[in-house]
């Protein structure tokens, strides 16, 4: 038992920040920022919220797989920015596309989440559990980026993509995921919600800091290098597969720079790894199911063809998963 992705679709906001427009708010440039990271601009919610991108991206994909919303019995949300705690964003995701069969929980793996939502999806399709998946990444990351830190404000977007995948009987490939929580203090970002009745009768005021995504951007590109070639390696040894049977490399998309150190460590050409960096930025768990939706779309995925989805950031977490195009 294996999965196919069925269909594909995203949402992507309609207002825009270029990166001149970052450089009003903090010390930096459109040159340093394209030098560095390759990002022009980004998509930014201005109205949307995350649940709202994820019905969109969520029901497009429906409309691109041919399948009703009733036929899904899995709802999965990857976000680390969702509006909504409760109910979880993959019930709201239920309710607004009218998926009344479906399971529905939010999985939290920031860059990673969207290759855990797949893999997790994989293994309920291939166990037999269910047979109809929504896998959703959405991500408003600008309503937690600190707009004065100009080593994190200039890398973040927003948007949200999605997957419909559906149990088949073809190989199954198995995935290759890791994490070092021990390592986890290069991205952090707390909880809005550890404020409770002691700090009222202490007299403590609500103590902002820490509520924005705080960054160690060396060590996190430190990290991605290493250990991003080494999970496709892995992956691609683990279900014996040649790396030249790949087709493409669909990485998450934190920075052009470690995409493009990836390529060069696998002794592959760019041109194998396709990037839209340059126009969203880093939108986390949606960047990966953006790109797929994207290639779909303009038609670049052709049925035979082995691509490698690889996810890796805050946590630390990283993996790749193997995947045939039908
Ligand atoms: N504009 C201008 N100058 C800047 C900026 C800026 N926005 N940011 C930093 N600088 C300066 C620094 O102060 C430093 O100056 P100095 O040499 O005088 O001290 C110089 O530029 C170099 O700074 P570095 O931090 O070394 O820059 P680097 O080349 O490492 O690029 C970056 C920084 C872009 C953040 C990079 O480290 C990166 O992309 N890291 C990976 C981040 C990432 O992928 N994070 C997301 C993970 S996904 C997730 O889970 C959410």
């Not at 920022?33 to 390759?38: D, K, P, S, W």
């Not at 927003?158 to 995948?165: F, K």
């Not at 909880?191 to 409770?196: F, I």
Request: glycine residues 10%; negative net charge.
């Amino acid at each position: 038992m294996a999965v196919s992705i069925c269909g594909t679709g995203s949402y992507i906001p309609s207002y825009t920040i270029d990166n001149n427009g970052i450089a009003a708010l903090v010390d930096t440039s459109d040159g340093w920022i394209q030098e560095r990271t390759g990002i022009r601009r980004r998509h930014i919610v201005d109205g949307e919220t995350t649940v709202s991108m994820a019905c969109e991206a969520g029901r497009q994909a429906l409309t691109s797989a041919g399948v009703s919303a009733e036929e899904v019995d899995l709802i999965i949300v990857s976000t680390i920015s969702s509006n909504m705690i409760l109910p979880c964003a993959a019930c709201e995701v239920q309710k607004e596309l009218g998926a009344i069969h479906a399971t529905c929980f939010d999985l939290s793996a920031a860059c990673t989440g969207f290759l855990l939502a797949y893999n997790t999806a994989a293994a309920y399709l291939a166990g037999g559990i269910y047979s109809t998946a929504l896998i959703i990444g959405s991500e408003s990351l600008s309503n937690l980026t600190n707009w004065k830190d100009r080593g994190t404000c200039i890398l973040f977007g927003d948007g949200a993509g999605a997957a419909v995948l559906k149990a088949d009987d073809r190989r199954m490939y198995l995935p290759v995921t890791r994490a070092d929580g021990a390592k986890g203090s290069a991205l952090t970002l707390k909880s809005r919600h550890d404020w409770n009745v002691l700090d009222v009768k202490e007299k403590r005021d609500y103590d902002s800091d820490g509520y924005f995504m705080q960054m160690d951007g060396k060590a996190v590109f430190q990290f991605a290098i290493k250990r991003v070639p080494e999970a496709i390696r892995g992956v691609l040894e683990k279900n014996g597969v040649r790396q030249e049977e790949i087709a493409w490399f669909l990485l998450h998309q934190a920075n052009r720079r470690i995409i493009e150190s990836v390529a060069k460590r696998l002794g592959e050409p760019m041109e194998k790894f396709p990037v839209n960096i340059q126009e969203y930025g880093n939108t986390s768990s949606a960047s990966i199911p953006i790109l797929l939706d994207e290639m779909n779309k303009k038609g670049l995925l052709k049925s035979g063809q082995k691509m490698v989805l690889a996810g890796f950031g805050a946590g630390l977490i990283w993996g790749a998963a193997l995947y045939e195009w039908i």
